[in-house]
């Protein structure tokens, strides 16, 4: 965790407000969005002394970096992140309460797309399943 954050700070200007954004997300147990992060910042600190803007600023920053993995919620505008660990991830994603539940494994471990080779260089891939959680199945 430490060499971690000497790494983040190596490529980025270290801010109060960064650093707590940082704190946040490395200690979810799941992808947040920018007012889930504010929100745990007004419950950890009783007042938070910037605006929602500048959580999204700090993830804007944490992104462009590469630090940081954006993902989007089905039907909306919302998006959310998570750490970029170096290894993906994949979800599935409930339709009605949006609980994203990791997939095991990644179903293109395996696979070689033939067809691109010499064509394409692939840098990486994203899936996400949709449907209805069992607490909120139909």
Not at 20 to 42: F, G, H, K, N
Request: aromatic share 8%.
């Amino acid at each position: 965790m430490e060499e971690r954050q000497e790494m983040i700070w190596k490529r980025l200007k270290k801010t109060k407000q960064r650093e707590r954004v940082c704190q946040i997300l490395t200690a979810a147990e799941r992808p947040m969005s920018a007012a889930d992060i504010y929100q745990a910042l007004l419950r950890e600190d009783g007042v938070c002394g910037y605006a929602v803007s500048t959580v999204y600023r700090a993830l804007q920053a944490f992104e462009e970096q590469g630090l940081i993995c954006r993902m989007s919620l089905p039907d909306t505008d919302v998006a959310l992140y998570e750490w970029n660990t170096g290894c993906h991830q994949h979800y599935a994603i409930c339709l009605k309460c949006h609980k994203r539940i990791p997939l095991k494994e990644c179903p293109f471990h395996d696979i070689h797309l033939q067809e691109t080779e010499g064509t394409f260089q692939i840098t990486g891939h994203k899936i996400e399943v949709y449907g209805y959680c069992t607490d909120c199945t139909i």
